[in-house]
């Protein structure tokens, strides 16, 4: 469960892009988070990801039984940047890495990297440079890496910005049965779209404040 | 703008063109010990000759066998050097003519305080090299082909070994830095008595062997075959050479002190006695 | 003209003949220069992440300074570790002098300055999404900085190559603290400033050359990781 109180965020010296005076959220929802060009998505999915410091307020984490944390928390609430880093390696190469991080035996992690790559469709371009991946198979690799870990949250910025059609909907495919193997997923776009039409929650960033809507399936923005 | 600048152009330009006419016509190049150079002695010299004669000497200070080297090459007028086996050999083959004898000086061997090889005091520098050698003593060689390197390996042959043993270090480099050297490791070496007067008191060293005739050492001075290279300044080299064993230089020579210390004996035309010099420094 | 063509013959000779005293010139020079090149690299390596990446106060003085040091003559540092290093210097007690171990401290010094330099240019152009991706992914502290040196390796191996080339071809602090001693501390360069004088003008020239071929060797090397080094950062 995430909760947020009196949070307040912006650059140096200039107002406050927001401020969000209360929010909690269960932590089991696939959320859509809108808000125009400017509006402070990403520094807002940034602060819940522990990337930045807030200016003021509180967040906290409540995951499983554990007591509740500040962010960061690694490997459990994961940020996605819109253009995700890969590291300069192939594409298991890339899985490998978060495998050494948290000490898998050997068996184990090339067992569950292969698993992996071939469920996220990435099996073909195992030993391929990640860097010459096409950008919608860049954002599954992305994904795949991070689901390694099995995350109990994702946030993912802008995930879909810069994808052509196909590549949109692999890409959609694959968050939604990220979020039906129990991850909860807050994703930012401006812009409505397949994905967006899955989500079954709406948090907007609007004159300054965060609005919080619950909508069914299939009801139109 | 471009006239301006003329009187300064042609100002260079004059400057140039006297600087090279003097150069072409009244440059001595002598090639010489570094033992001559680092003891004062040709600075001392040299500015006398110069005063009395049209000629400026340039003075290029490298161990005997670069000195005969360069004298081989047509590289320099004229050479003066410490090494009678290598001057012979070099008139012999006819790269030098001329040769006279100059003066001379004599080495002697220093070593730390301590004398951990126990040889201060002696005066048979060939026994004190044997002990060296049985010792294993640090001992640093010139190993530059100088002059005084040949002098060390010949002590080193008249004493009956090769110098292979375990303190031997053969440095490459000149009489000044083989001191530092000697003296940073406290070991031994083997100097000419100008260099070390000139550098003792800033070196953790003794005198431990001195007064040997096998210590002696006699100076030549020979002028580079004119016949073998063309602009060569043959007429300024005999001159300087002519000025050196005049009664002139031999007494400036004689004259010639070093932290009031004797260091270099004229010797021309004369067989010299080596135990002399160390006698009239005690 | 047939006295320089003699000589090269010579030099050729002596390279091809593995001419024993030539080789293990060579061997001392490689030996000096890649032990002080390795034991610069880990101190360098933290010393421009820390320039790099963390804003702390003097730090804009602290990257002219290391320019600086960049600029400092071989000699100079020679001199300087000389005086430490001397009987009567402050160090005298390690009896280092004229020792391989005191020219590997001065090729050391030397490279440092050309490391930091150019360790801290490249690391610099790595991207900040790197460091987040790994502490996201659960990476230690340790585990993000070493994923951050091997993001950037082509750009670290080119700063090896670069400060190898620098610290072999350095003539200057060799002969003052290393003394040119035969079989201990005769390097390439040294060896060519010295023994020329004793008119080895053959041996002289086969050294030359050997430098001449790492220098060719080097640059090319260089030319290479620079050119996959941008790679790295444009893609």
Redo the contacts between chains.
Sequence with gaps: MLEVSQLAHGFDREPALWEISHLQWQGRSLVHLRGDNGSGKTTLLRLL?G?EVPRQGTIRWTLGNAAPLSP?C??RV??L?Q???L??TSVAGNLR??A???GWRREEARHRVAAMLEHCGLAAHAEQRA?SLSGGERMRLALA??WL?SPRVLLLDEPTASLDRQAIADVCTLISSLHEAGCAIVLSAHQPSVLTERCDEYWCLEQRCLQVSAFKQGVAV | MLQRRFPLLAALALTFLLASGAQAADIVRLATTTSTYNSGLLDYLLPKFEQDHPYQVQVIPVGTGKALRLGRDGDVDVVLTHAPGAEKAFVDAGYGVEPHGVMYNDFVIVGPADDPAGIEGGDDATRAFATLADEGATFISRGDDSGTEKKENHLWQDAGTTPDFEGYRSAGQGMGAVLNMASELQGYTLTDRGTWLAMKDKLDLEIMVEGDKALFNPYQVILVNPERHEGLNTQGARALAEWLISDEGQDLIDAFRLNDKVLFHASAGEKVDPSAAVQEND | MRELMNTVGEALYLLVSFDPALWEIIGVSFRVSLTAIFAALPPSLLIALLLARVAFPGRWFAISLVNTFMAVPTVVVGLVLFMLLSRSGPLGEWQLLFTQRAMIMGQFLLAMPVLIAMLHSTLQSI?Q??W?????????WW?SLW?LI??ARFGVIAAVLAAFGRIIAEVGSAVMIGGNIEHFTRTITTAIALETLKGKFAQGLALGLVLLLLALVLNVLLGVMRGRGHQ?VS?
Excluded: K, N
């Design positions: 990801a990337l960061p690694p490997g994961l940020y940047h253009q995700p880093y590291f300069d890495y978060v050494r991080w948290h860097r890496r991070a870990l | 991207d999404r790197a987040e991706t790994a502490r996201q992914l659960g990476a230690g585990s994923l091997r993001e790295t893609a």
